[in-house]
C-alpha cells in the first residue's frame, strides 16, 4: 500500500534524508521513530505529497505520487504533529470543508461526520467554534476529518501529542481497528511506549537514514540485547552511527 524507492531529499549541500526504501502492506501499523532532526516528519511530507523528493519514487496504493498527485492523495488520511485548523468555523463545518475537499458523497456527509465526532468525543461540540476547543480537542478533530472519506492509508505524525490518557487509549484502539480493516498506517513518534504496544514493524530514522526495520523482537537481536525494552535498543542501535551525509 505504501512504497518508498530511494526517497532522498536535500537542501543545499545537506541530505536530510538519505535513499529511503521501504514498504508497508495492507492492514499495518508501521511505526517511525527517531530523535529531532532525523528527518521524519521531512518523510512523511514527502510521502503525504506535501513536499517534492530530490530523487527517488513514492507509490501510494500503486499510484505514483510525482504522475498522479492527485489520485495518490485521494488514498491518503494525513494527520500532522500540529493541528492546523479554520478556528472560524464549527467542527462540523470543518468536516464538510474536508469532505468536500475528498467528494464525500453529500447524502453520506451527515451519517458519516455524527459518527466521526461521536467516536472522538466531539459530538456536543460540532456547532462550536474551533477556537474554543482544547488542543486535544483539535487534535481530534483533525484525526475524524482524515478517516471522513474512507483512506486506504493513513499517515500520522505524532498522534498522541496533546492528548489525554483516555484520549490516546481510544486512538490505539481505532487504529488497530482501522488495520484490522485492511488500512495501512505508518506512525512517526517519539513515544518509544507507544510504537512498542500498537506497531507490528518499527523503522529507525537516524541522520536521515533508515539504519533498521523490523519488529521489536528483529531489532533486538539486531542490537545484541537481551532486553525487549525498544529504548535500550533504540539506543544501543544509534549509538556508533556515523554524521549527516552531505552532497558534492
Known sequence: MIELTDITKTYGGFTAVDRINLKVRAGEIFGFIGPNGAGKTTTIKMMGGVLAPTAGRVVICGIDMQAHPEEAKRRIGFIPDRPYLYEKL???EF???TADIYDVPAPRFPDKAA???SRFALADWADELIESYSHGMKQRLIMAAAILHDPEVLIV???MVGLDPLAIIMVKKLFRELADQGISIFMSTHTLKVAEDICDRI???FRGRLIATGTTADLQREANLGTPDL????LNLTANEPGPPRTP
Open 203 to 205: 523503522g529507525i530514522l
Open 95 to 97: 468536516l464538510k470543508f
Open 231 to 234: 529504548e535500550a535498543v533504540f
Open 90 to 92: 464549527t467542527g462540523m
Open 115 to 117: 459518527a466521526a465526532l
Open 157 to 159: 505524525d505524532e498522534p
